[in-house]
């Protein structure tokens, strides 16, 4: 059975920044496509960024775009995302998922607040 376990979320102010950590189960994440999705109160589920550990190829929304940083360690089955400058609109639920399955994470949620 695949779990994915997100944390790192929390409280932090605008400018600051986070780390939140993927952690899988009973998935070999070297051999997928991993990504972040949020989703804020009232709107719709969203890409935020994505990793192909095969080929180390990275892809970001354009609202994190020089913000954001997804890496991982496959020997630790361990998706990440840097945050940085981070903006009270980063403000959501952030969700690890597989790409192309459904496999996702519980979410962790960020809040960025003064």
């Known amino acids: 059975q695949v779990q994915l376990v997100e944390s790192g979320g929390g409280l932090v102010q605008p400018g600051g920044s986070l780390r939140l950590s993927c952690s899988g189960s009973g998935i070999v994440f070297s051999a997928y496509g991993l990504e972040w999705y949020r989703q804020a109160p009232g709107k719709q589920r969203e890409l935020v960024a994505g990793?192909?550990?095969?080929?180390?190829?990275?892809m970001y929304a354009d609202s994190v775009k020089g913000r954001f940083t997804i890496s991982g360690d496959p020997t630790m089955n361990t998706l990440y995302l840097q945050m940085g400058s981070l903006k009270p609109d980063d403000s959501a639920t952030y969700y690890c998922?597989?790409?192309?399955?459904?496999?996702w994470g519980r979410g962790t949620q960020v809040t960025v607040s003064a």
């Open positions: 990793l192909t550990f095969s080929n180390e190829r990275t």
């Open positions: 998922h597989v790409r192309d399955s459904n496999w």
